[in-house]
């Protein structure tokens, strides 16, 4: 029989070795960040799409929140983002009451702002909330304030 007794391997061989493996693993750590940079683009690119809303508001300083007289007056904004022409049902609420409804077509990147005065009665009690209702394309936007007394 043959014994044969491995000598161990040279400081110089081990650290061949060594930085033979440290360069495929920065190769295929460099290697996986690119495919990652690729995939996240593929999947930003082919995802891509355009979010369609429109916007509902109540003009800032367009109105109070106290009454004046037996009148309540504010202005609205309705601006499209929809892609196309839109129609829309704009239902105004004073409490729980449908006081007006308006029905309008808007265009892409249209936008209306109209004026509105309410006659408000001498029984109703304070607060009240006053609230725009916008449907469209089967979504409802909504936005209101409160009218706290005389």
Not at 7 to 34: H, T
Not at 84 to 101: M, P, Q, R, S
């Amino acid at each position: 029989m043959d014994y044969t007794i491995n000598k161990p391997q040279r400081k110089q061989d081990m650290k061949e070795n060594n930085i033979k493996e440290d360069d495929i693993l920065e190769k295929a750590i460099i290697i996986a960040c690119i495919i990652g940079i690729i995939l996240t683009l593929i999947v930003v690119v082919m995802n891509k799409s355009e979010e369609r809303f429109s916007v509902l508001y109540i003009k800032p300083g367009s109105y109070s929140n106290y009454v004046e007289g037996d009148i309540a007056s504010f202005t609205y904004g309705v601006e499209c983002f929809e892609g196309k022409d839109t129609l829309y049902n704009l239902k105004i609420f004073f409490g729980e009451e449908i006081v007006d409804e308006k029905e309008f077509m808007l265009g892409e990147g249209e936008k209306t702002e109209n004026g509105v005065t309410i006659d408000i009665p001498q029984e109703i009690e304070f607060p009240v909330k006053l609230r725009l209702l916008l449907e469209v394309n089967d979504r409802e936007y909504d936005t209101h304030f409160w009218l706290k007394g005389r």
